[in-house]
């Protein structure tokens, strides 16, 4: 059964969500990949300033294409997540509360994730042209000069996502693979 969910995240709703959940997200979320995560963290050391209010915001780790003729959006499938483990426990301090990726995070995030009640969801890579049906509005809010790293702020409904690490720190990368073990 899908959960279907809106945003801003809340940490109560975040509580409530499962590893394994399946869930549709409708709201405002973010993109940022690895270039744009190490200048917002660069930026707010030097300004106290991100480029969106990033309380209860979900970034979804994604580098759009260009939309093409009468789309709002080009193809826009996650990338892998490892790449801002060493950014992400500073904005989840600061108030993220959901990441979309795709593999597995570090224990650094993990950790950062139980202590202030952040979940990451994991979206199917392969389906990029499939998910961006699913993103009905699309603009560059900040570092155009990255081009598709650029911060985008998108407007998703029932974006498709799984649960896979829940803000008590149950992982479905890890129980799953002990199913198998035995």
């Known amino acids: ?23 549709a997200i409708t ?23 991100l480029p969106f209010n990033i309380e209860n915001a979900i970034i979804y780790y994604a580098g759009p294409s260009p939309a093409k003729p009468n789309h709002v959006i080009g193809s826009a499938g996650p990338t892998t997540s490892y790449r801002m483990d060493s950014y992400a426990p500073f904005l989840i301090d600061k108030g993220l509360t959901g990441m979309i990726g795709k593999g597995s995070r570090n224990e650094d995030v993990i950790q950062a994730m139980k202590k202030n009640t952040a979940v990451y969801f994991a979206a199917t890579g392969g389906a990029a042209a499939l998910m961006s049906n699913q993103i009905k509005a699309c603009k560059v809010i ?7 790293e650029a911060v ?13 690490i829940d803000s008590l720190g149950n992982n479905l990368y890890e129980t799953e693979k002990q199913k198998y073990k035995r």
Not at 12 to 23: C, F, M
């Open 152 to 164: 985008h702020e998108l407007y998703v409904e029932d974006f498709p996502c799984i649960v896979v």
């Open 27 to 49: 709201g405002t979320i973010y993109t940022a990949r690895d270039a744009a995560h190490k200048r917002m963290v660069e930026d707010y050391e030097a300004k106290k300033a």
């Open 142 to 148: 900040a570092y155009d000069d990255l081009g598709a």
């Open 1 to 23: 059964m899908t959960k279907h969910i809106s945003t801003p995240l809340t940490k109560d709703v975040a509580k409530t969500l499962s590893a394994g959940d399946i869930i």
